[in-house]
């Protein structure tokens, strides 16, 4: 890490400029790693999406919503089973991520769940997924679709 000396004529300098570029707190330094689909059967039940999604830097991120051409409807998701065995999910509240950590999306879990496919989801095909942070950023993933039968990324 880097030590910025600033003077007060920088400083004025700094925030001037901050006003024209969006200064982005933390969502630059997020890595996606290891995403993933299933292909699905037509388009009438929705996809999911799964993946690690690491903050590689010093401030906290917070994940706050989805975006991608194949569903008209992506959301964050948390499955969770009770003392039932019988298992539901509900939209996940924003994600915080703290510095050097990392949030797991995958099956039983949180994931990112595609509501309203626009178009089926193929074995071998690819689509990109947009995940918007609350600090303006935005970091697109290009996520594979595995077979149906798939449980991870290497399956
Ligand atoms: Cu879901």
Same mark, same amino acid.
């Given at each position: 890490m880097r030590t910025f000396i600033i003077t007060g004529a920088m400083t004025a300098l700094l925030s001037s400029a901050g006003a024209l570029t969006p200064a982005l707190a933390g969502s630059e330094d997020v890595v996606v790693e290891g995403a993933w689909s299933r292909a699905s059967i037509g388009m009438n039940r929705p996809g999911a999406a799964y993946m690690t999604i690491r903050n590689t830097g010093d401030t906290p991120v917070t994940l706050i919503g989805l975006t991608t051409p194949l569903a008209m409807m992506p959301e964050i998701h948390e499955s969770k089973t009770n003392a039932d065995g019988v298992s539901s999910m509900a939209p996940a509240d924003e994600i915080t991520i703290a510095p050097g950590e990392s949030v797991s999306l995958e099956p039983g879990g949180l994931h990112?769940?595609?509501?309203? !496919?626009? $178009?089926?989801? $193929?074995? #071998?095909?690819?689509?990109? !997924? $947009?995940?918007?942070? =609350? =600090?303006? #950023?935005e970091v697109t993933v290009e996520v594979p679709i595995l077979g149906i039968a798939a449980r991870g990324p290497n399956d």
């Open positions: 990112a769940m595609l509501m309203q !496919l626009q $178009t089926p989801m $193929t074995e #071998g095909e690819s689509y990109p !997924l $947009t995940l918007l942070f =609350d =600090d303006g #950023g």
